[in-house]
């Protein structure tokens, strides 16, 4: 069965960090890209950030791009996903998916066949 268990997430203020992680089971995690999504009340999910399954590749929304570094550790089946310099539209429920596929334009939501639980991450102003 597989299992993606997201955590970290909380009530941060603006200008803050939070740093998610995501333990993964139930499949062979280094031989797939994982990604991030998010989706706040109103809007659709969205991919935040994808990476690779070994070989360094990312892939970044423009909205993040220079706060939020996406990382894994495939000798703990665990990716992460540290965000700075929070604002208040990052405010959503984050969401870790598998597996992804991703290039330059975006993170491709009709590839992932798992989600995660979710975590909410909440922003003030």
């Known amino acids: 069965e597989v299992q993606l268990v997201e955590s970290g997430g909380g009530l941060v203020q603006a200008g803050g960090s939070l740093r998610l992680s995501c333990a993964a089971s139930g499949f062979t995690f280094d031989e797939h890209a994982v990604g991030w999504y998010r989706q706040a009340p109103g809007k659709e999910r969205e991919g935040v950030s994808c990476?690779?399954?070994?070989?360094?590749?990312?892939y970044y929304a423009d909205s993040v791009k220079g706060r939020f570094t996406i990382s894994r550790d495939n000798t703990k089946n665990t990716v992460y996903l540290q965000m700075n310099s929070l604002k208040p539209e990052d405010e959503a429920v984050y969401y870790c998916?598998?597996?992804?596929?991703?290039?330059?334009?975006?993170?491709?939501?009709?590839?992932?066949?798992?989600w995660g639980q979710g975590t909410q991450v909440t922003v003030s102003s």
């Open positions: 998916a598998a597996p992804v596929g991703f290039s330059e334009n975006g993170c491709y939501r009709s590839e992932v066949d798992y």
């Open positions: 990476i690779g399954s070994s070989d360094g590749s990312t």
